[in-house]
């Protein structure tokens, strides 16, 4: 299974981004309350290290006073992991981030389908009586994966860590995946506050 490249164009001005970055959650379909309380858990200590604080906020909660440092993802398909699995086509990338002649953009989108459907079949028995912790485990590695593109402003991938190409079920469910000290001085070489 393949994670996420940098692949669609879209017309936005990246911020420099600071100290601070508010990530905006724009669910399109169906999930699991307890599946987000953990990705964004996971997310957040995968991202401890990066010097960077993240906030989460709904579309909903965006208004005309929200901070500059905005990230956007959208999340489609159903963010839910359901008992009896339907099939769907498991090609392409689970996300991707958008970039605009060449420059990364802070816009995101994250196939929720895309994302059960990798990690289905890496779960087996009492996997199952946790679902919602697995998925917002994978959530939370897929957009760890994402904002590393957006923060290093690169479409560039790491040799190890949540950062790879492409990462299988079994790694987006694994008790552990961390970001790789390359990817983090990636990152920290275009934040300004922790150059």
């Known amino acids: 299974m393949r994670l996420a490249c940098i692949c669609a164009l879209a017309c936005f001005a990246i ?3 600071g100290e601070g970055i508010t990530i905006v959650l724009d669910f399109q379909g169906p999930r699991s309350e307890s599946a987000i309380v953990e990705m964004k858990r996971e997310f957040g200590d995968i991202m401890k290290d990066s010097a960077v604080h993240f906030d989460f906020r709904s579309r909903a ?3 005309g006073d929200s901070p500059n440092d905005l990230v956007i993802v959208r999340f489609s398909g159903k963010c839910v992991l359901e008992p009896a699995g339907y099939l769907y086509d498991e090609r392409g990338p689970m996300a991707f ?3 605009t002649d060449g420059v990364v953009q802070p ?3 994250v196939a929720c389908d895309k994302v059960t459907s990798a990690i289905r079949p890496a779960m087996s028995g009492g996997d199952f009586a946790k679902a919602d912790v697995l998925l917002g485990r994978a959530l ?3 957009l760890a994966h994402e904002v590393v593109h957006m ?3 690169s479409g560039e991938h790491g040799r190890a860590g949540v950062a790879k190409t492409s990462l299988s079920g079994s790694q987006l469910i ?3 995946l961390r970001l790789g000290a390359a990817d983090l001085e990636r990152m920290h070489g275009h934040i ?4």
Do not use: C, D, N
Not at 192 to 195: E, L
């Open 97 to 99: 981030t958008y970039s």
């Open 61 to 63: 909660e965006v208004t």
């Open 107 to 109: 816009f995101s989108a």
């Open 140 to 142: 939370g590695r897929v």
């Open 151 to 153: 923060l290093s402003k």
């Open 174 to 176: 694994a008790p552990e």
């Open 192 to 195: 300004p506050s922790i150059k």
């Open 15 to 17: 911020p420099a981004f």
